[in-house]
Nanobody, 119 residues
Framework: QVQLVESGGGLVQAGGSLRLSCAAS????????FGWYRQAPGRQREFVAV???????NYADSVNGRFTISRDSRRNTVYLQMNSLKPEDTAVYYC?????????????WGQGTQVTVSS
């Protein structure tokens, strides 16, 4: 079981930057991918970014070129650098970890961190 704890959210003006962190409670050697999702009020949770082991990151079109996902395996931590923030980026951001088995995929989620971008 992997526990994920996000941090780094807050209030920022449009055009500003934030860096979110996601710390895993245990070794992540069995984790195949880390990702970030977000959920705005009244909307469904949506994909933001994912990094599969050995692959290049993938991003939602809405954040591509502005957000960067990275991983520090020594610290069992994943980051989401968010630049040029827009009011529409306002949401609760969730860290996700995926572990693929032979027949299924297990997802782990953090508790979320609020990001608010003011215009």
């Amino acid at each position: 079981q992997v526990q994920l704890v996000e941090s780094g959210g807050g209030l920022v003006q449009a055009g500003g930057s934030l860096r979110l962190s996601c710390a895993a409670s245990t070794s992540t050697f069995n984790i195949d991918a880390f990702g970030w999702y977000r959920q705005a009020p009244g909307r469904q949770r949506e994909f933001v970014a994912v990094k599969w082991s050995g692959d290049s990151p993938n991003y939602a079109d809405s954040v591509n070129g502005r957000f960067t996902i990275s991983r520090d395996s020594r610290r069992n931590t994943v980051y989401l650098q968010m630049n040029s923030l827009k009011p529409e980026d306002t949401a609760v951001y969730y860290c996700n970890a995926k572990s693929r088995g032979s027949l299924s995929e297990t997802n782990f989620w953090g508790q979320g961190t609020q990001v608010t971008v003011s215009s």
